[in-house]
């Protein structure tokens, strides 16, 4: 079993649509990462939080320390939107941490 | 501010060949990261440093695979000699964390390679 698990694993919607996309995690973590990666682009940090909610335009990300699991919403879904999401989690490990990945949503936002 | 640069963006070589990518992190960023995605799935962690010092390369293939950070600037991630398997984006991503503290990461566009 992966120490990071993300569902779905891919989401089709239409356009305008509310989004969620959830992550569960089983070590302890000092921090959680939501990405966004884009067909043929890099990697762009959306979130990085430790507790309650972070928002950003239409995006929002809350995590639950004790449930150990976190979401990102979105909400009105634009055809942009359109991308892998991944939910990353920094780990205690030593001198520093380690950060963990999950397999990543694979979204599609349908106009 | 500049981002995390990567160089090349594509890479095509035949098995057994050498391969070299580079990559400049953001000015001032002690820790910096060279990750491997294969396709379809999320990053793996191939090496950390903090400044010019590795703090954990234990997922890094030792025996065809170096990396340095001499200066504890710049970096460069080397394949010799390369396998079919190795076909994937080697992503860069610094940020400013040098302790447990987390930081936002910054990643780089990617090196997408294809060994044949």
């Known amino acids: 079993k992966n120490e990071v698990e993300q569902s779905p694993q891919n989401l089709t919607a239409q356009e305008g649509e509310f989004i969620t996309i959830n992550c569960s995690y089983s070590v302890g973590i000092s921090a959680l990462h939501w990405l966004q990666q884009h067909p043929g682009g890099g990697i762009v940090s959306l979130f990085m939080?430790?507790?309650g909610k972070k928002k950003h335009g239409r995006l929002i990300a809350t995590i639950n320390i004790q449930e150990k699991h976190s979401s990102l919403h979105i909400t009105a879904s634009h055809p942009r939107d359109s991308a892998v999401y991944i939910c990353a989690v920094k780990v205690y490990g030593g001198a520093t941490n380690k950060l963990i990945f999950g397999t990543g949503t694979l979204l599609a936002v349908q106009p | 501010e500049a981002g995390v640069a990567q160089s090349p963006r594509y890479k095509i070589i035949e098995k057994r060949q050498s391969v070299a990518f580079w990559c400049n992190p953001i000015s001032g960023h002690a820790t910096l990261y060279w990750y491997q995605q294969i396709l379809g799935q999320g990053p793996k962690l191939l090496i950390q440093f903090q400044n010019n010092g590795v703090v954990d390369d234990s997922q890094l293939p030792k025996d065809r695979f170096s990396a340095e950070r001499l200066k504890g600037v710049d970096s460069t991630l080397k394949i010799q000699p390369a396998k079919l398997e190795d076909s994937a984006v080697y992503l860069c991503?610094?940020?400013?964390?040098?302790?447990?503290?987390?930081?936002?990461?910054?990643f780089g566009s990617g090196t997408q390679l294809s060994v044949l």
């Open positions: 939080l430790s507790s």
């Open positions: 991503a610094s940020s400013l964390e040098t302790g447990k503290t987390a930081k936002k990461l910054f």
